[in-house]
């Protein structure tokens, strides 16, 4: 039986959520397949949702966008509490299988913003600052 530290920290929160690695789905991205070929043969993964969206917002349809962009986060949800996540703590950008799920939830920030839906907007971009703030800057919402 392993004994626990004498002075642990209560207050370092969760440790990082790292999700699974799909290898079928990351090859799909890196040849440059088409985002609603990716959605439509990997529908659980949110990478594809999140490559809609951000066709969808660069295209001015910010309601697809909101729509393509709240499934690939209901599918990262989804993925998330299946790998631990208690619904709080660091979701590493760093982690490559992490980013589409952020890159939806930035999607999602981006598109409520563009619908005048400002609440969604604000806590879908905390969510993403509170997952990690290196994922803020790397999508542009800083």
């Not at 690695?21 to 799909?28: G, Q, R």
């Not at 299988?97 to 619908?115: D, H, K, T, V």
């Amino acid at each position: 039986m392993t004994t626990p530290p004498a002075n642990p920290n209560l207050l370092s929160g969760p440790p990082p959520t790292l999700l699974p690695s799909d290898a079928t789905v990351a090859e799909a991205v890196a040849s440059g397949a088409a985002a609603e070929t990716i959605a439509a043969r990997f529908p659980a993964a949110s990478i594809g949702w999140a490559l809609l969206a951000e066709e969808a917002i660069r295209d001015g349809r910010p309601v697809a966008a909101y729509a393509y962009a709240r499934t690939g986060y209901h599918r990262g949800l989804d993925q998330l509490r299946r790998s631990g996540w208690k619904g709080h703590g660091p979701v590493p950008w760093s982690h490559e299988p992490n980013r589409g799920f952020l890159r939806a939830l930035a999607a999602l920030s981006r598109a409520a913003a563009e619908i005048d839906e400002t609440d969604e907007a604000a806590r879908c971009r905390q969510f993403l600052g509170d997952s990690d703030p290196a994922a803020v800057r790397e999508l542009g919402l800083a």
